[in-house]
Every structure is written in C-alpha cells, then in structure tokens.
C-alpha cells in the first residue's frame, strides 16, 4: 500500500522518517520529564512541609526531650541544601557571586556563631538558638521559590492548554490502486488509516469528520464545514469554510466531513508556533531584570563588609564599658548576633524576585486572551508606549478588500477582458488588493493569461508582459502611473474621482503607456477600530495612521476609525522613516501591521505588534507582540497589563528596599536579632511574589 508519505524519495530521510523518530524521542523524553517533574513538586511540598514542622517544634521547644539536637537542623539540611550546592557551583563553575553566596554565608555564620554561644537570645525575647535562625531563613526562602514557581505553574498553564488541546492523530488517505491521490481523484474506494498528527507529512491528504480535531494546518480539498477557531483565533463563533479556505491545527470540526491537504505539520503548525512564542517569552530577560541581577550581585560583598564592620564597631565602642570577663562574653555574643542577623537581612531575594515573577505572569495572563508576548523586554518597552502607529489594509480594515468596479474606456476592451488583465498580471502578487482582483477573476470564471515578463515596484504596482505579446502592461497605483508617464484622458480621470471620493482605491489598467481603465476596490473598517483608537486616547496615547494607500482612501478610513493624523502613499522604508522621526522626538512608538510590507517599520519601533491570523510568517516573526486572533479589542488591554506590570515592578523593588533598610537599621541598633530580622526580611520575599502574582487575575 502506498502512501502520499514519499519516503522513498530523495529527501524523504530528512523531512519524514528521520523527523518522526526524532519527534517520537521528544515526545518520550518529554513525558518523562513531565512525570519527573510531578514526583519533583510533590516531593518538593512534602519536604517543605517537614522543615516548617521542624521551625515549630524548634521555637516551642517540642520533643527536646526526644531529640539530641534541635529540630532546626532539618530545615537547614533539606531546605538550605540547594543554596549550599548552587553556591559552590557559582563559585567553581561560573566563578561568581550569587544571592545563594550570600544565603549560605548567613546560614553558615548562624551555625558557627550556635556552636560558640547555644543560648544566644536572638528573638526579641524568646531564648532560641541561632540555629533556628538559619533553618528559619532557609525555610522562608525555600518557601519563597516555590511560591514562583508556583506562579510560574500557573503562567505556563496557557502552554499546557495548547499541549493538550493539541491533535494525537490524523485520519490519512492512502491510495488502493498504488497511484498517488490527487484533488480530482478523492474517493471513497481509497482507504484511510489513523497515524499519529506527528507522522503527517507536508501534502498528504486527510478526512476531518464531525467532532474531531484538525490535525494540522491546511487547506481545504472538498467538502464543507462549520470550524470552531476560538483556540486559535479568539473567535467565539464556529466559522463557515469551504474549498480552498484554510483550516489550523488544533481547531475543532464542528459540522460536516472534509478532506483537506496538509501544508504545515509538526513544528511548522499554528498550535505549535503559538508555543513557541510563549515559550521564547519566557526564556528572555527584561532590560530592568538584568539591572536587579547586576544590583544582588552587588549587595553580596557589600553585606559581608557591612556585617563585619558593624560586629567590629559594636565590639570596639562596647568594650569601653564593660568591667567584667562576663560582660565582655556578653558583648562579644551582641556583636556577632548583630553581624550575623545584618547577613541575614541583607539577602536581597525579594529585590531579585521582583521582576521575573511580574513578567512571567503578565506574559501568562496576556496568552489566555490570545496575546503572545515574546519577551520580558517587551513588556517594558510596552510600558513606555505614548504613541501608536496603525496600518490601515488588515489592521483597521478586514483585510478582505471587495471589488466595486470595472471600467474600460476602450470599445475593444469590454469589463470581463480588462479584468481579465488585471488579474493575470496580479496572479504573481501577494498584496491583499491583487489577491481581490485575481479572487474576482476567478469567480467571473475569467481565464487568465500566461505572464513572460514580470517587474515589481514596491507599493507602486507591476509591469508585465503577456505571453506571445508585446505590448507592455502595468497594473498600480498613481505613483507607478506617474514613472512612466502614462497618459490618462479626462474621461477616465473624471470616473476615477468618483470612486476616489467614496474612499475606493483606484488600480489603473495601463496598455503601453496609455491608461484604458481601471479596477476599483474597497476594503470595510473593523467595528472595534474607532472604540480602540478612543480608548487608546483615554489612555494618554497618540494615534497615527501609515499607509501604502492613497490619500483619499486613507482619509476616508482615518475618517472612520477617529484617526486625525495620516501619513499616507507611504513605501516601506518611509514608513519606517515616519517611525524614525517620531521616536527622535523621545516618543515610544509601537507599530501595528499585518503584510509583509509591515516588517520593517514593526522592527523599527520601540515595539511591533503583528496581526497574528492573518498577518505573514514574516511580519510575525519581526513583531514583538502577535495578536492571535487580529482583535484589535485587545490593544487598549495590552498596553494597560504592561504599565501594570511596570507599576508592579517598581513597587515590588521598593518593598524590597524598604523592608531591608528598615531591618538593617533595626539589626545594627541590637533592636531584632538573627531570628527576628529572618522572618521581617523573608516575609518581604513572600509578599513581592504576592504582589506579582495578582497580574495573573488581570482582566480584558
């Protein structure tokens, strides 16, 4: 039995077997990780459960009697263990100084300093050992990373979302008869097998029935169907498809069977790319993040000096006023617990809590509403935001431009025959206006001609020539009009201004320098344009429109949308001039497009924000932000969570700051000792994670 697989060809190794047996093997390794990861968090709870039990039966001197050593001792061993490692790992294999350099020196000094004096009063009243002291503040910290982590958890739980969500297999249609199955073809004497979603490869052929879910992304072959796109898309309603539209993988199949042909599998596919992102976003650092990194690093040696030279001075100015070898045991005693508590509250573990905990939950709560944000520097860049630049086609239109006229002005040229024209010379475009043309064509059951000679102008148009011919044909805006001088007569002027004045973009038809028409189009404005933009401006933020289009097109949908300031007939490099221009003027601009001809002004600003549905591979890739479901709603959202998550940022570092200054003014005065300054510190560490993890309740 033969399969649409081709693994016999050429490069059948490296794009079907070989993937799959690699894609099996992450598949294995990542069950197993999972599963070790889930043994890891119960085991993780479980040990922090008995260190906490442990500081209880250590501060109210519970089975002493049972015990030769204090039960402190366990939360030093099971929860200090790992900053003791990381340490030394630090230092051995990084040759740095980190916050667990600092952690295990103050649990370190706790013990050496129980070991010299075991009844140390270091709690404000209550007799304990310093012991206690350093379980204590293993165990908040223990206790401290966990609750990130347990953040972090419910960040990722998007990504776990999409991993479930995600297909296991495929229904493929294999040939009977040997031969390969093409659109033409399809029917019921070929057989179907049920393969892992993994093993499709790129053309095969596939039956979705009623209930299932779309293995992966492709286009429709036969049939039709109802599709809930909500996964990826945002849409709340299922959407009516036919021939030819495009379906995504992981989406449900509502009503109706189809076969459709695969076009992007396995990392390639929708769902996939979608985890990809948030999963780059996790992996990258905000600009201000690396600052409180640079800034722990700092405070390390910093409290160590600190530390000493308090000791020292408490010593030396004490030791003028005692008159007894018992009181100079005393000072001595004070002047180390005053030393060991300032190692202890210096940690700075809340200051570097403070802003992964933020960024990882914005970037969490921003996915659940279908915004993929790929960075930590995004968000803070985002947060600077004051201006906003929109494209116009797909961005505040639909995107989906609709033809409103054909007019010839040649008596051997009727309406079909122009049109006819357009749409051949267009046939090699991508540009959503060519694609209309070529659409209209094909639905007037026009037959395209054959193109020998093709030169494109960037947001002008094209000159071609048809095959077999010679007379040159250009089909584009007025600026290609205008480099070759075509000559346009009056009556075609005054029938263009026409469809200029209702906001319709003319295309001139131009055949050897002489225009013998043109095809006018018009694309519809989004209902949630002109909210965004009004509720962008209630947000402090200016709004400009950059356009491709010409003027009067472009003024009819600013119109519209409540966009006063256009720039418009804009190439790509212009518009990334525009962008420029704005940000010397110390304005934070994000761009929002959805073409190719978007890519570079998306990189140029401070932040691109890419239409995700129907925006290229390389728009998305060159934005920073991806609005999966190209709701336009979600803007005014978006930039409302950053400056939130910037807010929280800076109060989060301010918390941080306040309690160990306040508790290193407390520590060198002999006002709270080790055990004390552990739980004043470290409860700063809790409330930072505390306060991060509120971005995840966050609503649209």
């Known amino acids: 039995m033969q399969t649409n697989c081709n693994c016999e060809k050429e490069v059948a190794p490296p794009c079907c077997c070989s993937v799959r047996s690699r894609r099996e093997e992450r598949k294995d390794s990542n069950k197993i990780s999972a599963r070790l990861h889930e043994i890891y968090e119960r085991l993780e709870v479980f040990l922090l459960i008995i260190s906490g039990l442990s500081l209880v039966m250590s501060f109210f001197h519970l089975a002493h009697e049972f015990l030769f050593f204090d039960p402190a001792w366990f939360a030093i061993v099971i929860s200090g263990s790992p900053f003791f490692i990381n340490a030394i790992r630090n230092l051995i294999c990084d040759r740095r100084v980190s916050v667990d350099t600092l952690l295990s020196t103050a649990i370190t000094a706790t013990i050496i300093s129980d070991w010299f004096f075991p009844s140390g009063d270091n709690s404000g009243g209550h007799v304990h050992s310093y012991i206690f002291a350093g379980g204590e503040v293993a165990f908040i910290m223990a206790l401290g990373h966990y609750l990130e982590e347990w953040t972090i958890t419910r960040a990722k739980a998007g990504i776990e979302a999409l991993l479930k969500l995600a297909p296991k297999t495929a229904r493929r249609i294999e040939s009977v008869s040997g031969n390969n199955i093409d659109n033409d073809n399809i029917s019921t004497n ?142 001595i005693e004070g002047s180390v617990s005053r030393a060991v508590t300032i190692l202890v509250v210096f940690c700075p573990c809340s200051l570097v809590l403070a802003t992964p905990t933020a960024i990882i939950a914005a970037i969490g709560n921003a996915s659940r509403f ?194 006063e300031l256009v720039k418009s007939e804009l190439l790509p490099e212009e518009k990334v001039k525009e962008i420029e221009l704005i940000a010397s003027r110390g304005d934070k601009i994000a761009m929002i497009g959805d073409g190719i001809n978007d890519a570079p002004a998306l990189k140029a600003a401070t932040v691109g924000i890419a239409m995700g549905k129907i925006g290229s591979d390389l728009t998305i890739d060159a934005a920073d932000v991806v609005l999966v479901g190209d709701d336009l709603s979600k803007l005014p959202f978006l930039l409302r969570l950053a400056r939130m998550t910037q807010s929280k940022i800076v109060s989060n570092i301010w918390i941080s700051m306040s309690i160990n200054a306040v508790a290193i003014i407390l520590a060198t005065g002999g006002f709270i000792g080790p055990v004390v300054g552990a739980l004043v510190h470290n409860a700063g560490s809790i409330l930072v994670v505390l306060n991060a993890s509120m971005l995840l309740n966050t609503k649209k």
């Open 370 to 563: 279908g915004i993929l944000i790929r960075s930590g520097e995004a968000i803070e860049r985002l947060a600077q935001v004051r201006v906003v630049a929109f494209d116009k086609t797909g961005t505040l239109t639909r995107g989906e431009p609709q033809l409103r006229e054909v007019y010839s002005n040649d008596a051997n040229i009727d309406a079909d025959d122009l049109l006819r024209l357009a749409a051949s010379v267009e046939l090699l475009s991508e540009h959503p206006l060519a694609r209309c043309i070529v659409g209209a064509a094909n639905s007037a059951g026009l037959q395209l001609n054959s193109v020998d000679s093709f030169e494109l102008f960037r947001g002008e148009g094209i000159c071609a020539k048809l095959a077999g011919g010679d007379e040159r044909l250009i089909v584009g805006n007025d600026r290609i009009v205008s480099r070759f001088n075509v000559t346009i007569n009056d009556e075609i002027k005054l029938r263009a201004e026409l469809r200029f004045d209702v906001g319709e973009t003319v295309i001139w038809v131009v055949v050897d320098d002489e225009a013998i028409g043109f095809v006018s189009v018009s694309d519809t404005i989004r209902q949630v344009s002109r909210s965004v933009v009004e509720s962008l401006r209630r947000g402090g933020v200016d709004v400009v429109l950059l356009t491709g289009d010409n003027a009067r097109s472009a003024r009819g949908i600013s119109e519209l949308a409540g966009i």
């Open 190 to 331: 070929n057989s179907e097998s049920i393969i892992p979603a993994s093993e499709v490869c790129s053309g095969d052929l596939l039956r979705v029935l009623p209930g299932e879910s779309v293995p992966v992304d492709g286009i429709i072959v036969t049939g039709n169907t109802s599709i809930d796109q909500s996964l990826i898309t945002g849409e709340s309603l299922p959407v009516d498809l036919f021939e030819g539209d495009s379906v995504y993988g992981g989406t449900v199949n509502c009503f109706g069977s189809f076969v459709m042909r695969a076009t992007r599998v396995g990392e390639d596919a929708s769902i996939s790319n979608m985890i990809r992102l948030i999963q780059e976003a996790e992996q990258r650092k905000a600009h201000i993040e690396r600052i409180a990194d640079r800034w722990a690093s700092f405070l390390v040696p910093m409290a160590i000096v600190t530390a000493m030279v308090v000791g020292l001075m408490n010593f030396l100015i004490g030791i003028f006023f005692v008159d007894s070898e018992f009181a100079i045991q005393a000072l």
